[in-house]
């Protein structure tokens, strides 16, 4: 079994930056595709970006291309999302989730093991 950590998150400036790490256990070789998602009240659980465990792909969704770095430290079996530049329309709860499945065109709907979700805050 998956299972994940969360930690990171909280309140910062517009253009300011937050790094959030997702600490894995239970992973095998198998597992493909450890992503970062997140959710704002009454909209869909919005892809952020996501990395292939085998190859090391990145993916990153069209609103935080250039400011989000995912990277992945396999001795600690944890991935981390740097978010710099960060504007007010980040404002989300933020979720790690782990499937064995590739990154492209993987949906949130795709993923079976999840973080618990971590608050991040940017105020204008």
């Known amino acids: 079994e998956v299972q994940l950590v969360q930690s990171g998150g909280g309140l910062v400036q517009a253009g300011g930056s937050l790094r959030l790490s997702c600490a894995a256990s239970?992973?095998?070789?198998?597992?493909?595709?450890i992503a970062w998602f997140r959710q704002v009240p009454g909209k869909e659980r919005e892809g952020v970006s996501c990395i292939t465990s085998n190859d090391g792909s990145t993916y990153y969704g069209d609103a935080v291309k250039g400011r989000f770095t995912i990277i992945r430290d396999s001795a600690k079996n944890t991935v981390y999302l740097q978010m710099n530049s960060l504007k007010p329309e980040d404002t989300a709860v933020y979720y790690c989730?782990?499937?064995?499945?590739?990154?492209?065109?993987?949906?949130?709907?795709?993923?079976?093991?999840w973080g618990q979700g971590t608050q991040v805050t940017v105020s204008s």
């Open positions: 239970g992973l095998t070789e198998d597992v493909h595709a």
């Open positions: 989730a782990a499937e064995m499945i590739w990154c492209s065109g993987a949906k949130w709907y795709d993923f079976g093991s």
